[in-house]
Nanobody, 128 residues
Framework: QVQLAQSGGGRVEAGGSLGLSCTAS????????MAWFTQAPGEELKFVAA????????NYADSVKGRFTISRDNAANSVYLQMSSLKPEDTAIYYC?????????????????????WGQGTPVTVSS
């Protein structure tokens, strides 16, 4: 099993910046891609960004390209999301996710089904 613990987030005015962190524990050896998703009230989970096991590949939703940066530190079993130029429509609960597999992959899935473990969620509120 893998546990994902999130930190960061909060409230910021439009145009501001926030950072999110997610640290994995447990059987982390088989964690491959890691990602961030959002969920706004009444909506389904929505892909934000993903990063491959070695950081060599990234994938971003069009809505965040150029504003958000995903990174990871495997020595710390952590993934990060740096968000800048935030907009009110970025307001949501942010979830980190981990792809767990004993087969080495370089994929960066954008689908919810591509990830087996999820963090507890962190609220981000962007006021206009």
């Amino acid at each position: 099993q893998v546990q994902l613990a999130q930190s960061g987030g909060g409230r910021v005015e439009a145009g501001g910046s926030l950072g999110l962190s997610c640290t994995a524990s447990g059987r982390t050896f088989y964690i491959q891609a890691m990602a961030w998703f959002t969920q706004a009230p009444g909506e389904e989970l929505k892909f934000v960004a993903a990063i491959s096991w070695n950081g060599g590949a990234t994938n971003y939703a069009d809505s965040v390209k150029g504003r958000f940066t995903i990174s990871r530190d495997n020595a710390a079993n952590s993934v990060y999301l740096q968000m800048s130029s935030l907009k009110p429509e970025d307001t949501a609960i942010y979830y980190c996710a981990a792809q767990w597999s004993d087969t080495a992959r370089g994929s960066v899935p954008a689908e919810v089904s591509g990830y087996q473990y999820w963090g507890q969620g962190t609220p981000v509120t962007v006021s206009s």
